[in-house]
C-alpha cells in the first residue's frame, strides 16, 4: 500500500465535518450503509476503498448531489456556524443544493475534470473567484466603482491561484490545450477560488504520471499548511494516500470497514482483504 511519511498531526478536537448514519439507495442497491465519518479542521482525510465501495456516492451526498435515505450530514462553517448539509426525517429529507453547499465554504474537483474547454486558464479560475464578489448585475453593467474594484480583486486572486498551483505561465491558454496534469491542478486552483475551508478531491492523481503525482503530493500538503485548507481526499493511489493523509477511512460495499492512522490501516487485515479479495476476484 506504500510507506507512510511522518506528518505533524493537526490538532485534535475541533469538528469541521460530521457524517452520521448516512445511507444512500438506488432502487434495490445500496451504495452507502450506515456510514459514520468525522472531519477535523486543519487535517487530511483520505477516504479509500476497492471500486463500487461508495467513495464517490459519499462526495455526491457532501455536496448536495445526492440526498440520502437517512442519516445527517453536518459542516460547521469558518466562522463556527453549523450548517445542516443533509437532515430532516424520513418522510422528508432535504439536502442543500450544490450552490448553497459551496457557498457555506464547501469546494469539490471530480473524478472526471470539468473544465470550461473552451476558456483560458485565468478565465476559468476567475469565473470561480467572481462567485465570491457581490456585485449586483446593474453595478457590473454600470461599471460603478465597486464593480470594478471587485474585478481587480479577482484578478488578483486568480493570479495568486495561478501562482499557488505553478501555472502562472498558462494563464492565457485555453484549458482543452493544457496537459491531464496540468488540467487537475488547473481544476484545483479552481476550486480553491471559491475560498473554501474544506477542500473534496475526488481521485486527482487518476490519469497523472509519477513526477504529476509527486507535484500534487506537495501541493495537498501546501494546501493545507499554507492555505489552512482542510481536505477529504478518495484516491486509489496508496503512495500518495499514505504520503500525505493524517488519517484514512476504508469503505467497501458502502459500509466503513477500518478507520485510524494510515500505518494503522493499511496493517488492518479487513482492508488487506478487501484489497487483495477483490485482485483475486478479476484474475
Do not use: W
Amino acid at each position: 500500500m506504500g510507506t507512510p511519511v511522518t506528518r505533524t498531526p493537526p490538532k485534535a478536537g475541533e469538528v469541521l465535518l460530521t457524517v452520521r448514519q448516512v445511507t444512500l439507495r438506488f432502487g434495490g442497491l445500496t451504495s452507502l450503509s450506515e456510514v459514520d465519518l468525522h472531519l477535523d479542521r486543519g487535517e487530511i482525510l483520505a477516504v479509500i476503498g476497492p471500486n463500487g465501495a461508495g467513495k464517490t456516492s459519499l462526495f455526491n451526498c457532501l455536496t448536495g448531489v445526492y440526498t440520502p435515505q437517512e442519516g445527517t450530514i453536518e459542516f460547521i462553517t469558518a466562522d463556527r456556524t453549523p450548517v445542516q448539509l443533509v437532515s430532516g426525517t424520513a418522510r422528508r429529507r432535504r439536502s442543500r443544493k450544490p450552490h448553497a453547499v459551496n457557498h457555506a465554504g464547501i469546494a469539490r474537483t471530480f473524478q472526471n475534470i470539468r473544465l470550461f474547454a473552451a476558456l483560458s486558464a485565468f478565465d476559468n479560475v476567475k469565473i470561480a473567484a467572481e462567485t465570491r464578489q457581490r456585485t449586483g448585475p446593474i453595478g457590473a453593467m454600470l461599471r460603478l466603482p465597486h464593480a470594478r474594484a471587485n474585478e481587480r480583486n479577482s484578478d488578483r486572486r486568480t493570479e495568486e491561484l495561478l501562482d499557488f498551483v505553478g501555472l502562472r505561465a498558462v494563464a492565457d491558454e485555453l484549458a482543452s490545450s493544457l496537459s491531464y496534469g496540468v488540467q487537475r491542478r488547473l481544476e484545483i486552483a479552481r476550486a480553491l477560488a471559491t475560498d473554501p475551508a474544506l477542500l473534496l478531491l475526488d481521485e486527482p492523481a487518476a490519469g497523472t504520471n509519477p513526477t504529476e503525482k509527486r507535484e500534487l503530493e506537495g501541493l495537498i500538503r501546501r494546501i493545507n499548511s499554507e492555505l489552512d485548507v482542510t481536505v477529504l481526499l478518495i484516491e486509489h493511489d496508496m503512495k500518495l494516500v499514505m504520503s500525505v493523509a493524517d488519517r484514512v477511512t476504508v469503505l467497501n460495499f458502502g459500509k466503513v470497514i477500518a478507520e485510524g492512522r494510515p500505518e494503522e490501516v493499511q496493517r488492518n487485515p479487513a482492508v488487506i482483504e478487501a484489497y487483495l479479495g477483490s485482485a483475486e476476484e478479476e484474475s
